[in-house]
């Protein structure tokens, strides 16, 4: 006979069907994850490695809350308007607790825009501009990846003890490129206040006339370069640099450069004494990157590029603020990221709470060539925390939420 006890038990026992799935085992905390994988292989590949690594050894200690974890992710095509479709439909259809990922600055802060709609925790991943957490900031976004204006200051110590006057610049004409510019020249100018910028040359990215720009740089007779230039760009316009000797006598400066993913496809035309920040994983050795190495070795037969350190840091992140909240509850997420410290390949990084950028440092040094190939020499780390502005700075740069 059907009772009311009957019934109740019988929608306790659906609801626990439900959460727990068919063999009493709670279904997985859903973490949406969006990129431009198409677009930008090189760093995403390995990247897309590095949370495999993540999530299988979270899952390997018990997950969190209880539960295991799953990444859903979606490819956002390199373009703002996608990548914000696609986050809806992480969070609407696949029943995503929050986001993390995207790559180019522009996408990122298109993401990082929408997150504030929807009042929901975004851990932006990669995009490199200032803007998303200072001019663009918001209480939802939290960025991992040391940022342009770190990794310029990172450099400028080494620019301005040159005392070149004769400064030429190319970027990528998008945001990142943008936003590393702008840091480049307040910097530099601060340190050397009669410094000149002779000729600027901004290609769109990945479509550089790097035959061009070479030339225009080389015709206003520099005394040093600074670049933001990556990937395909960056190896054009070092093949046609070099061909026209734009480099001979000129010191070169180019974020990004001593990254594996853009350094190694250069192998002997790799620019000798360039200074660049990168990733010289084959020679950290710290306890934290050695366990990291050896396990992303074991598990892929490659050795990590920086879009790997970057994926398994960013979901440790994740995983870090679930534990921190004890819920997925937004509010709690995101008072739980605030503030939250946890350690990486890199070492201990916090997301600082007066603007939610991690003090992830980075590895600065000049390019070397040997049996063939690049790689970084003279290297040194600098932690995070101290390549950014003053707290004074960042109030007045950041909106107040």
Request: hydrophobic share 50%; no cysteine; proline share 0%.
């Given at each position: 006979m059907l009772t009311r006890n009957n019934l109740l038990a019988g929608t306790a026992a659906l609801v626990a069907l439900s959460m727990f799935g068919p063999a009493g085992a709670q279904t997985p905390i859903k973490i949406g994850e969006l990129n431009s994988y198409k677009v930008f292989p090189a760093f995403l590949e390995p990247y897309k490695k590095g949370i495999e690594l993540a999530v299988e050894e979270v899952n390997a200690a018990g997950g969190a809350l209880g539960r295991k974890i799953e990444i859903v992710s979606r490819d956002d095509n390199g373009n703002p308007g996608d990548a914000v479709r696609v986050a809806e439909e992480l969070l609407s259809r696949e029943g995503a607790s929050f986001l993390i990922g995207t790559f180019p600055s522009n996408v990122g802060l298109a993401v990082a825009d929408f997150a504030?709609?929807?009042?929901?925790?975004f851990i932006a991943a990669e995009p490199l501009t200032d803007k998303i957490v200072w001019e663009s900031g918001n209480p939802y976004t939290f960025r991992l990846r040391t940022s342009t204006y770190m990794q310029t200051a990172m450099l400028i110590a080494d620019a301005a003890k040159l005392k070149k006057k004769r400064w030429a610049i190319v970027y990528p004409n998008y945001e990142y490129g943008q936003s590393a510019t702008a840091a480049f020249k307040k910097l530099l100018k601060e340190k050397q206040p009669d410094v000149e910028f002779v000729v600027e040359q901004a290609p769109p990215l990945?479509?550089?006339?790097?035959?061009?720009?070479?030339?225009?740089?080389?015709?206003?007779?520099p005394d040093a370069i600074f670049s933001s230039l990556f990937g395909a760009d960056l190896a054009k316009f070092v093949r046609e640099g070099q061909t026209r000797g734009l480099f001979k006598g000129v010191e070169v400066f180019n974020l990004l450069a001593g990254e594996p993913e853009y350094l190694d496809p250069l192998k002997e035309e790799a620019p000798d004494g360039w200074y660049v920040t990168g990733y010289p994983w084959s020679e950290i050795k710290t306890p934290e990157h050695t366990k990291f190495l050896t396990a992303y070795q074991a598990k892929f037969k490659d050795y990590p590029r920086l879009g790997s350190v970057v994926g398994y840091s960013t979901v440790m992140s994740a995983v870090a603020a679930i534990k921190k909240a004890g819920s997925l509850d937004q509010d709690k997420l995101i008072a739980a990221a605030s503030g939250l410290k946890l350690m990486t390949p890199f070492g201990m990084i916090e997301y600082r709470p007066i603007d939610h950028q991690s003090t992830m440092g980075a590895y600065v040094g000049r390019i070397g060539v040997k049996d063939g190939k690049g790689y970084m020499k003279e290297w040194r780390f600098v932690d995070g925390k101290d390549a950014l502005p003053s707290d004074a700075e960042v109030l007045k740069m950041r909106p107040k939420n």
């Open positions: 504030k709609q929807r009042k929901v925790l990945g479509k550089i006339d790097a035959g061009a720009v070479a030339q225009a740089l080389a015709d206003a007779k």
